[in-house]
């Protein structure tokens, strides 16, 4: 009777782990391995362990070090458009600038709006600022405090590229974010 028991008992364990696994890599897709961040470990006793304090300094600093290295992130809009294209701001690059910014009450993300020399430079200024406006509006609802978003607009005055062709117009039809740190 033992055996039979036994051997169920270890059935049922082995199809709680296989299911576990199943749940959490196949449905989830969170199969990854998880890294800390590098840090410097005080020694305590015997063992090594990083305090939660350490853990979170170490993140923060790795979370500056990519910003610093990430440089200014744009989106693009079309034509006399205040919403555009955020694409290009990575998920990573989110939960890295709330990261910091949630630990660095002082810095702050500067969003710029920037139009290209379409229309008069009144309605440029005006789109500049709107465009800068549902950057913001885009990094609130990634969970960034609103307070520590500073909107400006530069209107057509800062083009990226020349105004002459289609191509320099669109790259001029930007927003630009930097960390102010």
Known sequence: MKQPVLFLSVLLVLWIAGASYWYVCKIRSDCREAVAPAVEI???GDTLTPTPEQLLLASVEE??????GAG????????S????????ITDDY???LKLFLDNNPSARAEVT??????GP??????LGLKRAEFVKSFLVNAGIKADQIVTSTKGSSEPAASN?????????????????I
């Open 94 to 96: 989110l939960q890295k």
């Open 164 to 180: 002459s062709t289609p191509e320099g117009r669109a790259a001029n039809r930007r927003s630009e974010i930097k960390v102010i």
């Open 113 to 118: 709006g920037h139009a290209d020399i379409t």
């Open 63 to 68: 979370a500056k070090k990519f910003l610093e």
């Open 81 to 88: 458009s205040a919403t555009g294209d955020v694409g290009g």
């Open 72 to 79: 200014v992130q744009k989106g693009f809009f079309a034509s």
């Open 42 to 44: 005080q020694a305590t």
């Open 121 to 126: 430079e009144a309605f440029n200024i005006e």
